[in-house]
C-alpha cells in the first residue's frame, strides 16, 4: 500500500471496498480479487483492501474487536505491542501521574492509542510516511484524534521537554527485509539514544526484546518481563520515578487483567538452593526465567533446582502458583530410548507432551523414534539431574 491507495481507503467509497473485502478475508485470494475488480475497483486498491482485510483478521488477537477500523502494515502489527499489555502499561503511566506522553516510533500507534484511551496527552513521531499516515488514521478511527497526534519525522529531534513522559520503542528490524536487528547500537533511534532519554526525562520507558542481554539494562531501571496466557511477549525498561524492583516478572491473561497484578519482583541476583527431583515439577513461566527471578519463585514454592544451570524446580508438595506449570513426576530415568519405549508401552502411552530444557534431543523425532501405541496420555520431561541426561515421566496436577 501507498499513500495514494490509503487517503483512498479513507474516503466513503474506499470504506465500502474495505467492507466488501472484509467478506471475501480468508477465502481464495485470487478468487477475492477477481471479486472486487468486477465491482469496477481499480486491481492495486482491490489488492490494498484485501491486504487490509487480511490484516485486520489477524489483528484480532491483538486488538480485539478495535482491529476492525485499524490500518495495518504487517511488519507494523508484528511488532505492536498487545492490547493488553498497552493497556497495563498505559494504566501505570496514569497512576504515575503522567498527563502528556511523548511517544518516539510510535508505530501504528498501538500504545498511543492505550495511553490516550487512559487520558494521556499523546505525541507521536514516526519516521515512515506511511506508517505515520497509518497512526493518525487509527486515531481518528478511534475517536482519539483530540488526544494522539502524529508527527512524521526524526524521533530524535523532538523536543522531549515539553512532556511529563517518554515513550521509545526502537525499531529492531531492518526496513524492506524485515531481518530482527541484535545489536542494540543498529537499532533506530539507537541504543546510546533510547537510554540517554531518562537523563533528560526522568520517567522514561523503554521497550526491547525479551532476550535482552542484563548487561545493557541501565542502572537503576526496573527492567520487567512481560508474558501474556504463558507466552512470553516483550520486555520494557521503566526508568526514574517508575522504577520499583530491578526486576519484575509481569503475567497477563489473554483478555482481562494482570493474574497477579504485583508481580514476581527481586534483584535478579539471588540463586536457588540445589537439592534431588522432588514428587513434583515446576515449569517456571517463561518471565520468570528471562527475569532471573528463578531462585524467588522457589523460595515461594519452597523448592529446589536438580541442577544449578536448569530452570526446572521441584518440591515435595503441589502449591498453586500463577508463575509455573506443575507437574506430578511418577518416574526418573537416565535416558535410555529403549528403556523409555518399553515403560511408555507397559503403561499403555500413546500420546506425550515433550518438554525440554539442557537437552539436545529433538522432541518430534524423539516423538517418532518412541513409536507408541496406547491410549493413554503422558508428559516427558527431557532434562539434566546433577548434570546427567535425565527423562522424568510426569502427568498435570
Known sequence: MDLEQLAALRTPEGSAVLAEAAQ????????AAAALRTTGVAPGLAAAALTQAELRRRAVGKFGPAAAGMFLTRPGLEQATRGVVARRRADRLRAAGVRTLADLGCGLGADALAAARSGIRVYGVEADPLTAAMAAANAEAAGLAGMFTVTCGDATTFDVTTVDAVFCDPARRRGGTGRRIFDPNSYSPPWDFVTGLAERVPHTVVKVAPGIDHALIPAGAEAEWVSVGGDLVEAALW???????????????????????????G????????????????????????AHLVAELSAELGATLADPTIAYLYADRAVDTPYARCLEVTDVLPFSLKRLRSLLRDRGVGRVEILKRGSALEPEKLRRDLRLAGDLPASLVLTRVAAAPTVLVCRPV
Do not use: I, N
Open 24 to 31: 471475501l478475508a480468508g477465502g481464495d485470494p485470487l478468487h
Open 267 to 290: 534483584d535478579g541476583t539471588a540463586e536457588a538452593p540445589v537439592g534431588p527431583v522432588g514428587r513434583y515439577l515446576y515449569d517456571p513461566d517463561p518471565a520468570v526465567v528471562r
Open 239 to 265: 526508568c526514574g520515578p517508575l522504577a520499583g524492583f530491578p526486576r519484575r516478572a509481569t503475567l497477563l491473561g489473554k483478555e482481562g487483567p494482570p493474574v497477579d497484578a504485583a508481580g514476581l519482583t
